[in-house]
């Protein structure tokens, strides 16, 4: 089992920079993809940004592409979001994800932390 605890949300203004930390403990997950996803309260939950087991292959919603850097220290077992230019928009309960096999889809994931509260006031 994985289990999976995020921190480093909060409340930013518009413009400001916020870093989320995901640390896994239970079993290693470097040889998991990592990914993080997000939920607005009424909406959907959404994919966010995925990086690969190795760390050399990394993927972003359109909605975060040049904004947003997910990265990875295996040693650490921890997985990072660099959130910068943060929009009204991100706001959201965010959430790591660990999957062998993980992709874009939500479904592709085993395991999920309990997700942390962003917050951009305008």
């Known amino acids: 089992q994985v289990q999976l605890v995020e921190s480093g949300g909060g409340l930013v203004q518009a413009g400001g920079s916020l870093s989320l930390s995901c640390a896994a403990s239970?079993?290693?997950?470097?040889?998991?993809?990592m990914a993080w996803f997000r939920q607005a309260p009424g909406k959907e939950r959404e994919f966010v940004a995925q990086?690969?087991?190795?760390?050399?292959?990394?993927y972003y919603a359109d909605s975060v592409k040049g904004r947003f850097t997910i990265s990875r220290d295996n040693t650490k077992n921890t997985v990072y979001l660099q959130m910068n230019s943060l929009k009204p928009e991100d706001t959201a309960v965010y959430y790591c994800?660990?999957?062998?096999?993980?992709?874009?889809?939500?479904?592709?994931?085993?395991?999920w932390g309990q997700g942390t509260q962003v917050t951009v006031s305008s």
């Open positions: 990086i690969s087991w190795s760390g050399h292959s990394t």
């Open positions: 994800a660990a999957g062998l096999h993980g992709n874009n889809h939500a479904r592709r994931y085993d395991y």
């Open positions: 239970g079993r290693t997950v470097s040889n998991y993809n």
